[in-house]
């Protein structure tokens, strides 16, 4: 099961990583919030479709054609997390490396869209003091890691659940 999970992860991971980094380079001068971050999903869910094919795998050739949900889950999550961890080291790589203004321009983004909208001053200044919280965790690389990995993965955790419905079998 280790070895499913270990190369289902890391192919998982490697997609996903370069799709991020692809992404990344080409929107690196006009980054555009909205567009990159639907582009940045279909990309996650096009990586974890090897969550299914790792299940799959060991379902038909090393189980016998049999799976329960507990385990095809378990193994789900296992290449969930080997992919999530690459996927957050190649943020570390892009953020310092090729973004590192992007806290700013998020910040800016985001305060224009709401000003745009209509919003509040009491909305505004909440955004405001929210954004100044995250650049403060953004100076910080493990805190960055740490709130990359909560990008994909629900994405993961929800292609796991699917993959284990779809795939157990007594």
């Given at each position: 099961?280790?070895?499913?999970i270990t190369k289902y992860g890391l192919i998982s991971g490697i997609i996903s990583a370069v799709l991020l980094l692809i992404v990344s380079i080409l929107n690196k001068d006009k980054f555009n919030f909205d567009y990159s971050m639907a582009i940045g999903y279909a990309c996650m869910i096009a990586a974890m479709v090897f969550i299914y094919f790792g299940i799959k795998k060991y379902r038909d050739h090393f189980n016998g054609g049999k799976i329960s949900f507990k385990t095809a889950l378990l193994i789900g999550?296992?290449?969930?997390?080997?992919?999530?961890?690459l996927y957050s080291l190649m943020w570390l790589i892009v953020?310092?490396?090729?973004?590192?203004?992007?806290?700013d321009d998020y910040a800016k983004f985001s305060l224009q869209k709401m000003q745009n909208?209509?919003?509040?001053q009491i909305e505004i200044d909440k955004l405001i003091?929210?954004?100044?919280?995250?650049?403060e965790w953004y100076k910080n690389p493990i805190l960055v890691f740490l709130i990359t990995l909560m990008e994909p993965t629900p994405v993961g955790i929800v292609i796991s659940l699917v993959s284990a419905?779809?795939?157990?079998?007594?």
């Open positions: 099961m280790r070895k499913i999550l296992g290449i969930t997390l080997i992919s999530c961890i953020y310092y490396n090729l973004m590192p203004n992007f806290m909208s209509g919003a509040s003091a929210s954004i100044n919280e995250m650049k419905i779809i795939l157990k079998k007594k």
